[in-house]
């Protein structure tokens, strides 16, 4: 049985080599370009390594700064960019695991969007999927209102207080700082 470790970091913090792994999962992943010093400055990345220090699987956690639910601020991190370097493996599922449990005991709210093809993935891992409800999460940029626009589901672990559940069953938008595209 491998030993594995799990660790959250400040993309600011990465090691060079760390840095250089997401980097290229991502571009292999996704054809995403290196990310830059801002980027890595505002995220912090969920990270499951081997005994040997490399990186079994990733996740970007995105603090969602001023997502208030019910007129309040409350801790909420966005969830993206979820790689398995190794596929099949269920590396993935056991980094979505110790995510859960950093949710849990902080009290945060955990937010993604995903598309059909992977929602169960998430949904094995303990989050809640919500297919109704997506395009009321948008972000206004002056008048023009953004909606997520690449994914077909939002999934979501709630607090303690169910807030989330409490502001989805509420009707309007969900207003968030940020572009809901990541």
Same mark, same amino acid.
């Given at each position: 049985m491998d030993?594995?470790?799990?660790s959250i970091i400040s993309g600011n913090q990465l090691s060079a080599e760390?840095?250089?792994?997401?980097? @290229?999962?991502?571009?292999t992943e996704w054809d995403l370009q290196p990310m830059s010093e801002n980027h890595l400055s505002k995220n912090s990345f969920a990270l499951l390594k081997d005994s040997n220090g490399r990186i079994l699987s990733q996740?970007?956690?995105?603090?969602?700064e001023g997502g208030k639910l019910d @007129?309040?601020?409350?801790?909420?991190?966005?969830?993206?960019?979820?790689?398995?370097?190794?596929?099949?493996?269920?590396?993935?599922?056991?980094l979505m695991e110790n995510v859960v449990n950093h949710l849990r005991a902080s009290d945060t709210i955990g937010l993604g969007f995903a598309g059909n093809?992977?929602?169960?993935?998430y949904e094995k891992c303990g989050f809640i999927s919500d297919h109704s409800s997506l395009k009321r999460?948008?972000?206004?940029?002056? @008048?023009?209102?953004?909606?997520?626009t690449t994914e077909e589901c939002v999934f979501y672990l709630d607090s303690k207080n169910s807030l989330m559940k409490k502001t989805l069953s @509420?009707?309007?938008?969900?207003l968030l700082p940020r572009d809901p595209d990541w």
């Open positions: 030993n594995f470790s799990f760390d840095l250089e792994s997401v980097n @290229r999962a991502k571009a996740c970007e956690l995105i603090p969602i @007129r309040k601020s409350h801790p909420i991190l966005g969830i993206g960019g979820i790689i398995a370097h190794t596929k099949g493996l269920g590396y993935g599922k056991i093809d992977v929602i169960g993935f999460f948008v972000h206004q940029d002056g @008048r023009l209102t953004i909606t997520n @509420r009707s309007g938008n969900i």
